[in-house]
């Protein structure tokens, strides 16, 4: 839980979400980052407590995120879970770390070259992951939630785009690898998402962020391979024995 001593810079190093909320009130990661969040909200006339509120919120909501055993939760539940914890996650994140990368790499890429190739990547992953969910979210989820619900009679339903449910889910696992590949490669070349001694506050939060995207896309992932995808296909299985 941050508190007001602490300086901006200690706070999104410790919560990552804490740079979106500063954002919101307009704290400037750069050139408030060794200011005390106290000193900060002087400057721009906020309510401290407001700040701090909302921080708490933000930080609850990230420790919410995987309230249950999701193996336990029914189909529906497990794909809503997916699309508004994880799904959403990436909307929201992704574009604003490729922002955040881009002004950093315009300010610091003489003493950190290895910026460019950060921008790069996650225009990449943000290209890759959006059309990526979009595919799940239009075809593939529904697809399960009908076999689910039992309201495919007959298998494969003529309308359907492919002829067994393991073609799509081969597909998106495939681009599960693809991400889990650029991940791996950010991760190599920030040295395991470590800031430099001199980063100024966008670069740690940035960082901190890239660090809670990696375990965010690993939760994200095992709900889809190990746990929605088996259970489609063998959905599918059973449905195919009864036709
Ligand atoms: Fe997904
Ligand atoms: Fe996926």
Redesign the pocket.
């Known amino acids: 839980m941050p508190t007001s001593t602490q300086s901006i810079r200690e706070i999104v190093a410790t919560q990552p979400s804490a740079a979106r909320i500063f954002e919101r009130f307009d704290i400037d990661l750069c050139s408030q980052a060794e200011n005390s969040l106290d000193c900060a909200c002087a400057e721009l006339q906020l309510s401290i407590d407001q700040v701090l509120e909302k921080l708490a919120n933000a930080e609850a909501q990230e420790e919410g995120h995987l309230p249950v055993d999701p193996a336990t939760l029914p189909t529906e539940r497990l794909i809503q879970q997916?699309v508004r914890v994880?799904?959403q996650y990436i909307r929201q994140e992704l574009p604003r770390f490729a922002e955040m990368a881009q002004k950093l790499a315009d300010k610091r890429s003489d003493r950190a070259p290895e910026l460019k190739a950060v921008v790069e990547l996650l225009e990449e992953l943000r290209a890759e992951m959006l059309k990526?969910?979009q595919k799940?979210e239009q075809v593939l989820f529904p697809f399960i939630a009908q076999m689910d619900q039992e309201s495919i009679v007959v298998y494969p339903p003529a309308r359907a785009c492919f002829r067994s449910v393991s073609h799509p889910i081969f597909m998106m696992e495939q681009e599960h690898e693809s991400a889990n590949r650029i991940v791996a490669e950010l991760r190599q070349l920030t040295i395991g998402f470590e800031p430099p001694e001199w980063a100024c506050a966008t670069h740690i939060a940035l960082f901190a962020g890239l660090r809670e995207f990696e375990t965010d896309l690993k939760q994200?992932v095992h709900l889809?391979n190990d746990i929605l995808f088996p259970r489609a296909i063998e959905m599918e299985g059973v449905l195919n024995h009864r036709g």
């Open positions: 997916i994880h799904h990526h969910i799940e994200h889809e």
